[in-house]
């Protein structure tokens, strides 16, 4: 339900945007939030973006550099990520709670299988 896409190898100081396909999730009832996890690392939950409002909140590590929105209609939710560095490096995962952002992961019920981002020189 859904399914994380557009992570990938890229430079420090690059870009990429992932996207979460949400295809049975009403967004204007669903925060979706993204979560990232790193090798060897506990899954940190670095943004959110809420139902009604669709205002994105973002953990420290993030905040500045990446940004995420949503396309309601399309059932879309989209972490554009910019200025990437080493320790961005991990799986970038997208969850769906009903309507309002968690900080804990246990509040989200559906999961995406992640996808890969890796930065590297």
């Known amino acids: 339900q859904l399914v994380e896409s557009g992570g990938g190898l890229v430079q420090p100081g690059g870009s990429l945007r992932l996207s979460c396909a949400t295809s049975?999730?009403?967004?204007?009832?669903?925060?979706i939030a993204w979560f990232r996890q790193a090798p060897a690392k506990d899954r940190e939950q670095i943004s959110c973006?809420?139902?009604?409002?669709?205002?994105?909140n973002y953990s420290d590590s993030v905040a500045g550099r990446f940004t995420t929105s949503k396309d309601s209609a399309k059932k879309m939710v989209y972490l554009q990520m910019n200025d990437l560095k080493i320790e961005d490096t991990g799986v970038y995962y997208c969850?769906?709670?009903?309507?309002?952002?968690?900080?804990?992961?246990?509040?989200?019920?559906?999961w995406g299988r992640g996808t890969q981002v890796t930065v590297s020189p």
């Open positions: 969850a769906a709670a009903p309507g309002y952002c968690y900080s804990d992961p246990r509040k989200y019920g559906f």
């Open positions: 049975a999730f009403d967004l204007k009832y669903t925060a």
């Open positions: 973006i809420l139902g009604q409002s669709g205002r994105g």
